[in-house]
């Protein structure tokens, strides 16, 4: 109340509404009387208005009128005011006829100060927001263009989706002083709506009209502001846009906008996600939140593609302390900034170090006792795990594995391994040696103390090391764009999809589980070629030829997600699916692993394959590029020494760093 009486603005508009409700009070009578207010009625006037206005500015003050920023005046305000005047007029008419009982006081001159109550401040408080709004040439609001620079100096943008997203995304940039746009129309293709207004901008047509209507309004740009729509909108609606020839944006799909906000800093170019149309993942939040609120949660992997985000979606349910655990320096440090910088109050500890560290392991678990533990670290690249078998092993295996032990070690609640469809049929190293992380997850269940399951999902859009980022640094160098094969099919989804139904699952499990993730219908790369260059705004064939080079190393033309005689079933969430595996003889599987690792140590590249095989019958062996023959090894150390091979890598989906591995 205190900083209140000390603004300037609201002295102001107190003196206005203290002059409306004396106009207000005055009208009434000059309305009921037709202009000739009899004296003894202008003597009853003026006994009751020293008490009238004082009575309805304290109704106001309790009903919070002045509370409210001028500015952003609205429709709840508006019920507000109403409710203040029905509540004060209804004070004042049991006063009177209380203490006059009505003699001498008209009836109809209280409904009447009423009515001309909420007109009077209803209508200063709207004129009040118009001139506090940034005018533009129309726009759609009162014509004050006079007061505005030049018309000339606005961009005339066009509206695509005339639903709850395009109207949010018009009142953003009409209210924004910064942007010096002039919203001309919208444009949709439901037909009811056409020649309708949106705060009295017209929907002009639909989007097969766009050509024509951009020419006709002499539009600047293009806003896509439909946040469902399907991939295959997007693509018409993307398609019909590039035919004007003028820039366009759009703003992200729901699934993007996690906390469900429109706003002019989420507009950006369009980008391959939006053409994907993938619909938004239903997170159970309170299920989530029970195994993560409050708990210590590790992920390795912190600095990667789909670790980082992993940190983004946990550190919403405040976990305590969130432990992030990655061997490349620099995307650690990146993934610290961000969680510092957009959670604040958030308890997180970034450590620097290798998941095949056990003394490391061993420290972290007992400083910070992690209830839940995300493993994300991987090597992914399937060629260059073709050329350096031994990498997969020891990294995808071995650090696995190293993992589950102190997992177990310090019985850890919940371990969620981060797989993918290259586990399915194997037919490369990487792909074998996460089927062996599966197993070795699954082996773990057995004893039935904590819930070890595996999620599986295809490629992830935007990762380091994906296709899509390759094709677009092809395209920058005005291509060619290299595609392995013209029949070669993909499952792809989003990063933050990705991480959203991993932590579902992870709520979901009981323990032994490998959960598949809905991937939709497989993708033909040389189609997301295609779509690339032409959303750079190319033609493919004219501007930017497509190659094909062949299928890589330890590559397939299509990838599964499901393995023959692994029993599928349901669950209640229609994007997860989950498969019961065979059991597992752990010690025979642990003994096999072993002789894995002795091969590892020797980089003997042909029997590393054989004994994958050994472990995981369903697996192809890729015989090119073996890289090195049993008889010449890369190096011949003993078993127990440091092996540094090759320039430095990092594990997980990410960059490259330096790390030495040790031998068992």
Known sequence: ?????????????????????????????????????????????????????????????????????????????????????????????????????????????????????????????????????????????????????????????????????????????????????????FVDDNPQKLGMRIHGVPILGNVNGLSRLVKKHDIGEILIAISSASGKEMRRIVERCKETGIKFKTIP?????????????????????????????????????????????????????????????????????????????????????????????????????????????????????????????????????????????????????????????????????????????????????????????????????GRFMSVRFGNVIGSSGSVIPMFQEQIKKGGPVTVTHPEVTRFFMTIPEAAQLILQAGAMGEGGEIFILDMGTAIKIVDLANDLIRLSGFEPGRDIEIQFAGLRPGEKLYEELITEGEGIVTTPHEKILVLRGNSIQQDALLSKISELYHLAAKQDALKIKEKLKEIVPEYQISPENSSLSPEKPLASQPETSHVLLGPPKAKGDKGTDHRDFVSP
């Open 253 to 449: 799909g729901i699934g993007e906008l996690i906390d469900g906000r429109v706003s002019v800093k989420t507009i950006r170019d369009v980008s391959y996600e939006d053409l994907m149309g993938r619909k938004p993942v239903r997170m159970e939040m309170d299920k989530i939140g029970n195994y993560s609120t409050g708990e210590a949660v590790l992920i390795t992997g912190a600095g990667g593609s789909i670790g980082s985000e992993l940190c983004r979606q946990i550190a919403r349910f405040e976990p305590s302390p969130l432990v992030l655990l990655d061997c490349a320096e620099n995307n650690l440090f990146q993934v610290e900034m961000e969680i510092a910088r957009d959670y604040p109050q958030l308890e997180y500890i970034p450590i620097l170090g290798n998941i095949l560290n056990n003394s490391l392991l061993d420290n972290i678990f007992q400083a910070y006792h992690p209830r839940v533990v995300f493993h994300a670290a991987a090597y992914k690249h399937v060629p260059m795990m073709e050329l350096n078998p031994w990498e997969a092993v020891h990294n995808n295996i071995q650090g696995t594995q190293s993992l589950l032990e102190t997992v177990r070690r310090y019985g850890v609640e919940r371990f969620v391994f981060v797989s993918t469809d290259k586990a399915v049929r194997p037919a490369n190293v990487m792909g074998a040696s996460k089927r062996v992380g599966e197993l070795l997850t699954q082996a773990c269940s057995r004893d039935g103390h």
């Open 1 to 185: 109340m205190k900083h209140l009486l000390r603004n300037r603005n609201f002295w102001m508009i107190l003196i206005l509404d203290l002059g409306l409700l004396f106009f207000a009070y005055y009208f009434s009578y000059y309305i009921r009387f037709d202009g000739d207010i009899p004296n003894p009625y202008m003597v009853a006037f003026q006994d009751t208005v020293w008490f009238i206005i004082p009575f309805k500015l304290g109704c106001f003050f309790l009903f919070r009128l002045y509370k409210g920023m001028w500015r952003y005046m609205s429709i709840p305000d508006l019920f507000n005011l109403i409710k203040a005047t029905l509540a004060s007029s209804t004070g004042i008419i049991l006063a009177i006829l209380f203490i006059h009982q009505f003699q001498g006081y008209p009836r109809s001159v209280f409904i009447i100060d009423a009515a001309l109550t909420i007109l009077f401040i209803g209508g200063a408080r709207l004129i009040i927001r118009i001139f506090l709004t940034q005018p533009g040439p129309s726009n759609g609001r009162f014509p004050l263009s006079f007061l505005s620079s030049k018309e000339s100096v606005f961009k005339r943008l066009l509206i695509i989706g005339a639903g709850d997203a395009g109207e949010k995304m018009y009142r953003e940039l009409r209210d924004n002083r910064n942007l010096n746009y002039h919203i001309v129309g």
